[in-house]
């Protein structure tokens, strides 16, 4: 996800090893503590209309593509699994970084579950509650994985990898020392 998103945060954070310290960040504190509420207080509680078997927290590991994941809340139907990935925030954006996250949760979800997940729903939750339905496609998949195997290059080489400047270095933690 983070790749996805700055692909230079692969570099400092796992090549130079220099934490993100994004714990100490209010909005992060904010988003875990909204992801524990809803993992903890609403065990049982499922999206209306879908019927089926609520996980939570499940963490897996894909033995095909060497990579492991936290699923935080996915409801498994007789026919297929729908993931549910909820964002701390108002700002409907579905970023790369999202898609790669739920392509390579998708892929987690059908290799150990054994089953498809062709849709996923986005939940925005902070003054107003948005949901987002978003299919799950192969070419989603392909490019999760292709984001994996940019990341995995990153870490291997240990080369810092290009990335334009733009807005999101604004906040960027890493800013003083980007060049
Ligand atoms: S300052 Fe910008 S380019 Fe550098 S790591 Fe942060 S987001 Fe990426």
Redesign the pocket.
């Known amino acids: 996800m983070t790749h996805a ?5 692969t ?2 954070e796992i090549v130079l090893g220099i934490d993100q310290k994004e714990g100490k960040r209010g909005t992060i504190q904010s988003g875990r503590a909204y992801h524990s509420r809803h993992s903890t207080t609403n065990k049982t509680y499922k999206i209306k209309n879908i019927q089926g078997k609520k996980h939570i927290e499940l963490l897996l590991y894909s033995k095909k593509h060497s990579f492991s994941g936290k699923i935080d809340e996915a409801i498994e139907t007789e026919n297929e699994i729908l993931l549910i990935e909820r964002k701390y925030s108002d700002h409907i954006l579905l970023e790369p970084s999202v898609k790669t996250q739920l392509g390579l949760l998708a892929i987690l979800a059908e290799e150990n579950i054994g089953k498809k997940v062709n849709n996923a729903l986005m939940i925005f939750d902070k003054k107003e509650r948005i949901e987002i339905p978003i299919k799950i496609t192969k070419k989603i998949k392909q490019q999760a994985l292709l984001m994996l195997q940019k990341t995995n290059h990153t870490i291997n080489s240990g080369n810092i990898p290009y ?4 807005n ?2 604004t906040n ?4 003083k020392i ?1 060049t």
């Not at 990335?163 to 733009?166: A, I, P």
């Not at 960027?172 to 800013?175: K, M, V």
């Open positions: 998103f700055c692909p230079r945060f570099y400092f990335s334009k400047h733009d999101r270095c960027c933690c890493y800013r980007c």
